[in-house]
């Protein structure tokens, strides 16, 4: 089953504007992740964060964590024209369980 | 290579024939998934494998799908009598030990069409 939803289904922002991206899911959880999927290409990790924490950085990206709302957003801030993909969230519940991305386009 | 290898890249059947999907995990890694990602959709569960624990077969669609991992490496997924609806992007990801803090690592997946 799906666990995760992610909102919206696709942004469009002008390069150096911040992407905010949000994820919703199901039951409880692990961890939750977030890849990055280019056209044609399988996903990559980005980050994760475990349910004990709230927040996370890595460089311009941002993850929070609302463990209540059973909710995650993703942060790109300064974002440039290779940011442009398709972003997921996957909680770990034992299982890997994917959303339906974010497809995200950065205009040069 | 480091990376997790699918082969082939691409695949055009027609409907009915049977097919193999081949996935080469990363070395050492034993925790191997395969997933199948429809246009524009997110990724659909079909099934893990755990070192060698007895898969998790709950995300096979129906009984002409299998999957198989010999030697605790390679895998293959099966698709019997394909039918349109099986057309799509199959994704295959290892882990290093399957546990909660072992990220996915994705190959680019076999792009599968059924005419």
């Known amino acids: 089953s799906q666990q995760g939803e992610e909102d919206p289904q696709a942004l469009s922002i002008q390069e150096g504007e911040n992407a905010t991206m949000n994820c919703s899911y199901k039951?409880?959880?692990?961890?939750l992740q977030w890849y990055r999927q280019n056209s044609g290409r399988g996903l990559v990790h980005l980050i994760l964060?475990?349910?004990?924490?709230r927040e996370k950085h890595s460089g311009r990206l941002r993850v929070t964590l609302d463990t209540s709302k059973k909710s995650s957003s993703l942060l790109i801030t300064a974002s440039r024209a290779a940011d442009t993909a398709s972003y997921f969230c996957?909680?770990?519940?034992?299982?890997?369980?994917f959303g339906t991305g974010t497809s995200l386009t950065v205009i040069p | 290579g480091a990376g997790v290898s699918q082969s082939p890249s691409n695949k055009v059947t027609e409907k009915g024939k049977d097919v193999e999907l081949r996935c080469d995990p990363i070395?050492?890694?034993?925790?191997l998934y395969w997933y199948r990602q429809s246009l524009g959709q997110g990724l659909e569960f079909l099934i893990y494998?755990?070192?060698?624990?007895?898969?998790?077969k709950s995300g096979l669609p129906s009984d002409r799908f299998s999957a198989e991992r010999t030697g605790g490496s390679v895998s293959t997924l099966t698709i019997q009598r394909t039918q349109q609806e099986d057309s799509a992007v199959y994704l295959c990801?290892?882990?290093?030990?399957?546990?909660?803090?072992?990220?996915?690592?994705f190959g680019n997946g076999t792009r599968l069409t059924v005419t």
């Open positions: 996957a909680t770990d519940d034992g299982q890997f369980y």
């Open positions: 964060i475990r349910s004990n924490k």
């Open positions: 990801a290892s882990s290093l030990t399957g546990s909660e803090v072992s990220p996915l690592h």
């Open positions: 494998f755990q070192g060698n624990s007895a898969p998790d």
């Open positions: 070395s050492g890694h034993t925790a």
């Open positions: 039951t409880s959880i692990n961890n």
